[in-house]
């Protein structure tokens, strides 16, 4: 039995790797994945285009506005004279954020009365304006604290740099696990998600529709090798380019890009194992399903788009509907996206993810009986 | 010894279609049996059964003993199968398709090497075993694919449609290697819808519309399943003359065989005199009229024809009921 596995295994290593095409659909797409959401599809809020209108037109007021370009987050695109002009702006879609400092601005902050600023946000992303507000609060509230502390010193005579005020309150919002909120730490573990996707799927979907489509299948069958031996053989060689796959992306994710990885390099691979042998399985279901290569192409991308967006890689499964959450269980993407989001930011291991295990260990199971009871019949 | 393949009212239904209808037979170890029959017969089908690639829906088969419901493994160990497609790996070597189905046959180590070789040999690429599968001619690749079907040494070997798609002269070459394996004990069950292939067979059944019809050596196929005598007749207008002929009394049967005429007539003396008279009347030059030995050919056709009228009647008979 052994042996005959071994000369299955060999033979599609021989075949995947004469094969161009699929030596490019081995290598290529982790890296271009990567490449895309590393740098091009970053969903990073920076480089916000900002219109400025200083109608005070003082040292203080051109301070207030400095804050604002030091940090690198907001791009001065406009500088407008009237705020007439900030309708049309907004309208057009060429800032998404505007600063409005009024006339009076370094006489108030003088007299200690409150100096009044609009800072007009762009809501139409929410998520977006909502860091965005973010950014702004912090910039405002250490703006003013220095102020603050300024006059603090001036009234007492106290050195500035030691600090004084036992009752300030400092307003710093800190989003938990992935500080920076770079999306890129977010999108890398979706990244493999999809990768494992494409290969334990189509790929082996692919190579045993084929095998039927130019008629080696049954060939294959009238030998003494049986199915079992047959779909080990054809998996083994996936499972390896899956594990090659994993370790290409976690390596530029994290040496190149900086994304962090907290957990244990094991239990990833743990959890990649519990998450390919569920695709395996609808990978063998879709061979059963499809008469060409073609259809089973067209397959795995039925299942794959939905899987996708509703596994909480792009849009947190939190805020969908009861009865779509609901489906979500059926989804291996979901666990798989929370474990390797686990994994990689939050450092978690079994103790706090073995539901997410669970969960793949049982779709497995069912899409594997389901399969196998399908591939015998559909095997003439 | 107990016969190679006994096959006793074997039965496949598709949906309600009928593929292979209670079909009979027995294949003699070390002969060549040849089962013919036009597209869609039901050869593929039988052989698949007999395979253990399909089930059959009812009937009864053995090869070499071996029960196809339940001993399906042994028989695979012992048998080797050409598919009907071509069925090796075109992005695979030459040599490398040999050592996977070699592999998967699991020849024996110390064998290995030697039945490779001799594989290489018999398909005459022993210089080619580099090449890429694909690249070679559909002739070569036929002796490759037969090569690697008998690397197990199997005693019986199924061929379907082995020749299909083959120049002539591959055709014959085949044939002839064949005939070798066969000569050196194995039993070969061939299909072919080429009539003139079954000159080679030692024994043939010619199977037509699921039904196997008739089962015998070329030679009593030839002589004992004709109705009658083959008279060749050569006329200026062959067409025209078996158009005339057909409606005569005392023939059986009329048909074009190039630019002759083959009249199957029930007496050898009358049937001739009665086609003189006829084609004479017709103004129709008649250069040559004589008695020959049918051809299988003829034998078919012949065969067929009354198979259809056997329907065509038993229809008619079941409406007018
Ligand atoms: N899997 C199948 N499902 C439905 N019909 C089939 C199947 N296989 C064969 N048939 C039908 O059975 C008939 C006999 O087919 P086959 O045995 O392949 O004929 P042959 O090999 O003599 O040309 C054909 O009409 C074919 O369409
Ligand atoms: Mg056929």
């Known amino acids: 039995m052994f042996e005959r596995i071994i000369h299955i295994v060999r033979k599609e290593f021989r075949q995947m790797f004469r094969d161009r095409m699929m030596r490019f659909l081995i290598f290529l797409p982790p890296i271009m994945e990567m490449l895309v959401f590393g740098y091009a599809a970053s969903f990073d809020v920076n480089s916000i285009p900002t ?237 059963t399903v499809s008469a060409t290569q073609q259809q089973a192409m067209m397959n795995t991308f039925l299942y794959t788009f939905p899987a996708m967006l509703f596994s909480g890689f792009a849009f947190p499964i939190e805020s969908m509907p009861y009865a779509i959450v609901l489906i979500t269980y059926a989804n291996p993407m979901r666990y798989f996206i929370e474990l390797l989001r686990g994994i990689f930011i939050k450092g978690m291991g079994p103790t706090q993810l073995w539901p997410s295990l669970l969960g793949l260990l049982l779709i497995s199971i069912i899409a594997l009986a389901v399969s196998v009871a399908r591939f015998r019949k559909r095997i003439a | 010894m107990e016969d190679a393949v006994v096959v006793k009212d074997l039965t496949r239904v598709f949906g309600d279609f009928v593929a292979v209808d209670r079909v009979s037979f027995s294949v003699k170890r070390g002969e060549i049996f040849g089962f013919l029959g036009p597209n869609g017969a039901g050869k593929s089908t039988t052989i698949r059964m007999l395979n253990g690639i399909l089930m059959p829906t009812s009937g009864q088969a053995h090869v070499l003993g071996f029960d196809i419901y339940t001993q399906v493994d042994r028989i695979k160990e012992n048998i080797g199968y050409m598919s009907q497609k071509f069925s090796l790996y075109d992005d695979l070597k030459v040599i490398e398709n040999i050592e996977f189905y070699g592999g998967i046959y699991q020849v024996a180590k110390q064998k290995r090497q030697q039945r490779y070789e001799w594989a290489l040999r018999m398909a005459g690429l022993t210089d080619k075993r580099e090449a890429i599968t694909g690249a070679l001619a559909v002739g070569w690749k036929q002796r490759l694919a037969l090569g690697c079907a008998l690397l197990h040494e199997p005693q019986v070997l199924f061929l379907d449609e082995p020749t299909s798609g083959v120049d002539p002269k591959s055709r014959r070459d085949f044939w002839d290697l064949i005939g070798e394996i066969a000569d050196r004990g194995t039993t070969v069950f061939v299909t072919t819808h080429y009539m003139d292939e079954a000159e080679h067979c030692d024994r043939l059944g010619l199977i037509y519309r699921a039904r196997l019809i008739t089962i015998g050596t070329p030679e009593e196929l030839k002589y004992g399943s004709m109705p009658g005598t083959v008279v060749e007749v050569e006329a200026s207008d062959p067409v025209r003359a078996a158009d005339l002929v057909r409606n005569v009394n005392g023939v059986l049967e009329a048909a074009v065989f190039g630019a002759n005429l083959h009249v199957v007539v029930r007496d050898k003396k009358e049937g001739i005199r009665t086609i003189s008279r006829v084609l004479a009347g017709a103004a129709i030059e008649v250069t040559s009229i004589r008695p020959i030995e049918p051809s299988l050919e003829d034998v078919f056709v012949s065969l067929i024809r009354s198979e259809d009228l056997a329907d065509e009647n038993g229809a008619r008979d079941a409406a007018g009921s």
């Open chain 1, 51 to 287: 219109a400025i209108l200083d109608e005070d037109k003082t040292p203080a007021s051109r301070a207030f506005v400095e804050e604002f370009s030091s940090n690198g987050y907001f791009n001065f695109t406009q500088y407008l004279s009237s705020p007439d002009q900030i309708d049309s702006l907004f309208d057009r879609v060429d800032v998404t954020v505007c600063v409005y400092v009024k006339k009076g601005f370094e006489r108030s902050i003088g007299s200690g009365t409150a100096a009044e600023v609009l800072i007009v946000v762009d809501g139409t992303d929410s998520s977006n304006a909502s860091v965005v507000v973010g950014y702004i609060t912090r910039i405002v509230n250490s703006y003013s604290e220095d102020i603050l502390l300024e006059r603090i010193t001036k009234f007492r005579g106290v050195n500035p740099t030691v600090p004084i005020s036992a009752n300030r309150v400092d307003l710093i919002e800190r989003t938990w696990y992935n500080e920076e909120l770079k999306s890129r730490n977010f999108f890398i573990p979706g990244i493999i998600a999809n990768i494992l996707t494409v290969v334990g799927i189509m790929m082996s979907a692919m190579s045993i529709v084929k095998e039927r489509e130019i008629g080696t299948m049954e060939q294959i069958i009238v030998t003494p090798i049986s199915p079992l031996e047959l779909i080990i053989g054809k998996m083994i060689p996936l499972v390896v380019i899956a594990y090659i796959d994993v370790c290409l992306v976690t390596a530029i994710g994290t040496l190149w890009f900086g994304v962090p990885f907290k957990g244990s390099f094991i239990f990833l691979f743990v959890a990649v194992a519990f998450f390919f042998a569920a695709n395996l399985s609808f990978g063998l279901l879709i061979s």
